[in-house]
């Protein structure tokens, strides 16, 4: 492998074509539309499909067929684009079906404009779709993490036939860095349960419509087995300095990269703080993070590029009464480490932990 200078929307797609990605359907939408464009030639190249289709409406159920055929398949959209995918992306949860969606969050509600935001968290963790289920949510916060996490995006969709979303935000999508791409993977057979023509063998009948109750309460609980398994073993979170923290800043991908460097400021000035970064938005990292809270930790500031929405599964992870600081943006707005700081130091100080010229 070696060192390129790369996009992260081209980045994301790259890493998608060498992870065996075999059928791309999508809708182009700021600050997006570099991944749909990069996969435009790329595909033909390769002679793999690429759809533009007519919205993201018709492009997520075009992802259901491609899917049930067994094939890798991904679509990408952003914010307002992502809400149109949602019957579809429930759809495809109740066939259990794999597929890959990326999402590059913009400032909303509405069409807002498309600064970098973190305002789908409700949307992606809670469902992203109505019926019982999450999909798995990964957060990359560098460029290189979000290559490492497209292949693994594929690889945990193909191993629980589950949705895998793949989360940034503008700033994820439109940044350039030097990161490694992995060699091309080779496409994967067809797997056992796919639609691939009957062929002399009985027929596989994939469908989301389970029309007794019996029927579609067995499905379910299925579909909240195979959740209890992810839940239990796909946790994955990043740690920074996070020996003797009794401060935890927890923020995810481009929130959590900005509030390293400010507990880098905070640490050199003596403060005992660390950082929690969530990988995984769902399932959330609850079994680390309660470690850490048991282990010594007296506060938490939680930084987000929303009103305070993954503050709730930290709250919900915590259980009990613990000073909870928020350091939100909103609309587009990105938080900068001197102002992630001077919360850093505001909780240590109540703590008793930094006086009041600890940080000048």
Same mark, same amino acid.
């Given at each position: ?23 791309? !359907? ?16 790329? #595909? ?24 049930? +055929? ?5 679509? =990408? ?17 109740? =066939?259990? %079906? ?10 909303? &509600?509405? @069409? ?12 992606? +963790? $809670? ?21 490492? @996490?497209?292949?693994?995006? !594929? ?19 439109? #940044? ?5 791409? &992995?060699? #091309?993977?080779?496409?994967? &057979? ?15 009948? *994939? +469908? =989301?419509?389970?029309? +007794? ?16 398994? *992810? ?18 800043? *927890?923020? !995810?991908?481009?929130?959590?990269? %900005? ?12 403060? &005992? ?14 079994? $680390? ?7 010594? %930790? ?11 929405? #993954?503050?709730?599964?930290? $709250? ?30 505001? %909780? ?13």
């Amino acid at each position: 492998m070696t060192v390129q200078l790369l996009k992260g929307n081209v980045a994301i797609a790259e890493a998608a074509v060498r992870a065996g990605l075999e059928a791309y !359907f999508g809708y182009p939408i700021t600050p997006q539309t570099e991944l749909l464009e990069h996969l435009s030639a790329r #595909m033909v190249e390769l002679g793999r499909v690429f759809v533009q289709a007519e919205s993201e409406v018709a492009a997520i159920n075009m992802v259901y067929g491609a899917a049930c +055929t067994g094939v890798r398949t991904m679509t =990408s959209s952003s914010s307002p684009g992502v809400s149109l995918m949602q019957e579809g992306l429930s759809y495809i949860a109740a =066939s259990e %079906v794999p597929c890959v969606v990326v999402d590059m969050m913009r400032g909303g &509600p509405g @069409l807002g404009n498309i600064q970098p935001s973190q305002a789908d968290y409700f949307q992606v +963790t $809670r469902s992203a779709g109505h019926g019982d289920y999450h999909p798995i949510v990964l957060a990359p916060a560098s460029v290189q993490e979000a290559i490492d @996490l497209t292949f693994l995006a !594929f690889d945990l969709a193909d191993q629980y036939r589950h949705v895998v979303l793949l989360v940034g935000d503008g700033l994820i999508g439109q #940044m350039m860095e030097p990161a490694e791409m &992995p060699e #091309m993977r080779p496409i994967r &057979p067809r797997p056992d349960w796919a639609i691939t023509g009957a062929k002399g063998r009985s027929k596989h009948v *994939i +469908t =989301s419509i389970n029309l +007794t109750a019996e029927e579609n309460e067995a499905a379910n609980r299925r579909i909240q087995a195979r959740l209890a398994v *992810i839940r239990a073993r796909e946790q994955r979170s990043v740690e920074h300095y996070i020996e003797g923290a009794k401060v935890l800043v *927890i923020g !995810f991908g481009t929130s959590g990269r %900005v509030a390293q460097s400010a507990v880098k400021m905070a640490r050199e000035a003596g403060i &005992p703080v660390g950082l929690f970064r969530p990988v995984t938005l769902w399932p959330f990292p609850e079994d $680390r993070l309660r470690a850490l809270v048991d282990d010594g %930790v007296e506060a938490i500031v939680v930084v987000e590029m929303n009103a305070g929405q #993954m503050l709730e599964d930290v $709250r919900l992870v915590v259980g009990r009464e613990m000073p909870i600081a928020l350091h939100s943006r909103l609309g587009g707005a990105v938080p900068l480490p001197e102002d992630i700081l001077e919360d850093i130091v505001a %909780v240590a100080q109540k703590l008793g932990l930094a006086g009041p010229e600890t940080v000048r």
